[in-house]
């Protein structure tokens, strides 16, 4: 596709429940980014892909995130047992890796936990 | 601790005039600065960026102002139109390049006035 697609673009999750959010990176983009964007706030790093190599997680809040990109392309943000303060956008981003570090990022799917 | 701050949630500018914001860091390690644009219910796309061996770079009606000795940075808009109405994020990292992950302010809400 021409952009960065994420699915689903909102969703509801009744609080312990499991969610996974998908990202369809631009064709060709080495790297893929996550982040999760709180209401009012910018967005913050979550974990970063380079390939299907998971190079950096260093921003997954707790061990109930774990995302994944098997085949070097389209990614999954899995959170376990969700919680309230999980609610928020999540957001998807691809650069290509010799670029000037400018990011493309996808619409984001916005979760709210009950 | 945030590292990047945007001190002002909100700005209000006159269709025409001069649209200034404003961005602050405390990481002396950051060198490489960008300005996110993001409409509503869209992800946030690139604007702008500087080295941080520059103190200015100007794109059309966008110029990025550098002041490393102050740790601050300002994003110029001149003529400001009325779609420039958008929520504008200053992001920082270490390092040129997308292995890098950024960290964002929290965000100005720009609106021109027409």
């Known amino acids: 596709g021409a952009g960065v697609s994420q699915s689903p673009r909102y969703k509801v999750a009744k609080r312990g429940q499991d969610v996974a959010l998908r990202c369809d990176p631009i064709?060709?983009?080495?790297?893929l980014f996550w982040y999760q964007q709180a209401l009012g706030q910018g967005p913050e790093f979550l974990t970063y892909?380079?390939?299907?190599?998971?190079?950096?997680k260093s921003g997954l809040p707790s061990d109930r995130f774990f995302a994944e990109r098997p085949e070097g392309s389209v990614s999954t943000l899995k959170i376990q047992r969700t919680q309230q303060e999980d609610s928020a956008v999540y957001l998807c981003?691809?650069?290509?890796?010799?670029?000037?570090?400018?990011?493309?990022f996808g619409e984001g799917s916005r979760l709210t936990v009950l | 601790d945030q590292q990047v701050k945007q001190n002002s949630p909100s700005l209000s500018v006159q269709e025409g005039r001069i649209s200034i914001l404003n961005c602050d860091y405390t990481n002396s390690m950051f060198d490489y600065f960008l300005w996110y644009k993001k409409y509503p219910a869209e992800g946030p796309t690139f604007l702008i960026s500087i080295s941080s061996i520059k103190d200015k770079n100007e794109d059309g009606r966008f110029t990025v102002f550098l002041n490393k000795s102050a740790k601050h940075l300002s994003l110029h808009i001149v003529p400001s139109q009325p779609g420039d109405s958008a929520v504008y994020f200053c992001a920082a990292s270490v390092g040129r390049g997308s292995a890098r992950q950024l960290t964002f302010g929290s965000g100005t809400q720009l609106t021109v006035l027409p």
């Open positions: 981003a691809s650069s290509l890796i010799l670029n000037t570090g400018e990011l493309f």
């Open positions: 064709s060709g983009h080495v790297s």
């Open positions: 892909f380079q390939n299907e190599a998971q190079l950096d």
